[in-house]
């Protein structure tokens, strides 16, 4: 087995004690008399941390516990999304399992609002507890590969990144998103699409085992033979019920050396864009993704396009292609090239802590045809948005092979997912960017056979998450009722128990 050392910068407490960092959490409990900081319960309602409660939580952990005092709570707290703008009570920066324990523990026993922290990619801004405790496992990484049976043990707080870069120079790969600095734990629990889901399936189909730290303090094994509910439930049904602490992930034999595709044509050949990329669904082979939709730049440029990737030469992307590229005329601007996977795993990347605001709606469709890309291409080219981009993204392949009760996410005849996202600086710009995605959305989403992918939902109500989960929703509230049946893990897309 091949060990992957992961390296990650940290405060240490002594850092935090020592420096000028030092006006800190952890500075502020000693000296004066005991108080209380208010936060939120896990059901909303306001309670109080005594200096003594934060003290017990900063000496059971090696990292740091920052409150709203410490110079370093907005770096903190901040996620790569800056529409999301939470702040919490306390965040507790673990470094290693036992810290996760311990702070999870500590939420646990004070009831507080919780949010597991890993990317910190989620749209909503689930992984930060707004008034609550966020339990940043970030700082929680490596991969480890068992090279002969072609398996990834990858800790909880890893990103997409850490997982390439160890899987991918050894000839092996798994599907894992397509942004380098996205958590593993956020994409391998809520489906994981990615540029190779179709020839190896989602990430969660890869997923042969989990260990899972509990709302009740147990830390379970869960794969096909053991806790095999949990498994179950873990495997698209997010963190409803726990903390992963450790993903055991399925590789496969892959050649690095992979054709990047992207086409730009004018706003005029809209329909026709979505029409061949439907067509193309229907013939292109498992290694080969693509997408297509209408994108308007910030500075009111509006085109179409159609890219993807192909597992493959390039000479034998461009002979499956061509045939349907001609009948497009000629592009604006093309690039199809033979590139390196690990690069191109990055080239949607952008910075770390995105600079522009992010709003997505999303909806599935098992059927597509020529009347939906005239209808879309006409709604899409006549409500030009500054920023905005109405895309349809390719699925089956494998992912359709696996069973619909197979797993938790029950959308296995998706042919294609639709994405509605905009982009903004100014946060006064906000409201009408959301309207303009919701409306978009409220256009498409009814042409389609229903569900939405949970890892972009904003904000669904439960007859939104009935319909995501659809014929599995049931099962999943029995195993909520198990393992989670006080609802702790309720910042999420979020499964209510009954009992």
């Not at 005029?268 to 979505?274: H, P, Q, R």
């Not at 993807?308 to 061509?322: M, S, T």
Request: with cysteine.
């Amino acid at each position: 087995m091949t060990h992957i050392p992961m390296t990650h910068a940290r405060l240490s407490r002594r850092s935090l004690l020592g420096g000028v960092l030092g006006v800190t959490a952890v500075t502020s409990f000693h000296g004066r008399q005991a108080s209380a900081s208010e936060a939120l319960s896990s059901s909303g309602a306001k309670i109080f941390l005594t200096d003594n409660d934060l003290m017990d939580l900063e000496k059971s952990i090696s990292g740091p516990v920052i409150l709203p005092t410490s110079l370093i709570y907005d770096a903190a707290r901040r996620l790569w999304n800056p529409a999301v703008d939470h702040h919490p009570a306390v965040i507790a920066q673990c470094q290693s399992l036992d810290d996760i324990q311990a702070a999870f523990q500590f939420a646990r026993s004070h009831d507080i609002l919780s949010a597991i922290r890993c990317g910190g990619h989620n749209y909503d801004g689930l992984g930060m507890a707004d008034g609550g405790m966020t339990i940043d496992i970030s700082g929680f990484r490596g991969v480890e590969v068992d090279e002969a049976n072609k398996v990834a043990y990858v800790k909880g707080g890893s990103i997409l990144r850490n997982l390439d870069e160890a899987t991918i120079p050894l000839g092996v790969v798994t599907t894992a998103g397509v942004v380098s600095h996205t958590g593993v734990g956020g994409l391998a629990t809520g489906i994981g699409q990615g540029r190779l889901a179709r020839k190896f399936g989602y990430t969660i189909d890869n997923v042969r085992g989990v260990k899972v730290l509990t709302p009740d303090g147990r830390h379970l094994r869960a794969d096909a033979s053991q806790n095999s509910d949990l498994y179950w439930g873990v495997r698209g049904g997010g963190s409803n019920f726990g903390i992963v602490t450790e993903f055991e992930i399925q590789l496969y034999d892959f050649d690095p050396t992979v054709t990047s595709i992207s086409y730009t044509y004018p706003i005029s050949k809209a329909a026709d864009v979505y029409k061949t990329l439907f067509e193309l669904g229907e013939v292109v082979p498992n290694a080969m993704s693509l997408s297509g939709g209408v994108r308007t730049s910030g500075g009111g440029e509006t085109t179409c396009s159609l890219g993807g990737n192909y597992a493959g030469p390039q000479a034998e992307a461009q002979k499956i292609l061509d045939p349907y590229l001609k009948k497009l005329g000629d592009p604006l601007r093309t690039r199809m090239s033979e590139v390196d996977y690990l690069w191109l795993q990055g080239i949607a990347d952008g910075d770390l802590l995105a600079k522009s605001a992010t709003y997505y709606q999303s909806g599935f469709f098992n059927h597509v045809d020529e009347k939906i890309a005239d209808e879309v291409a006409d709604y899409a080219t006549k409500n030009t948005f500054p920023g905005a981009q109405i895309q349809f993204g390719q699925q089956a392949g494998k992912t359709a092979t696996v069973a619909p009760d197979a797993t938790a996410y029950p959308h296995r005849d998706t042919k294609f997912q639709f994405t509605t996202d905009v982009h903004w600086a100014d946060r006064r710009e906000g409201p009408a960017n959301r309207k303009f995605a919701d409306d978009a959305a409220a256009v498409i989403r009814p042409m389609g056979s229903g569900g939405f992918y949970v890892n972009l939902a904003v904000g669904p109500s439960e007859a939104d998450v009935r319909e995501a989960y659809a014929g599995n929703y049931n099962r999943l509230v029995e195993v909520k009722n198990k393992y989670d049946p006080d609802n702790f893990m309720r910042l999420n897309v979020n499964i209510k128990p009954t009992v």
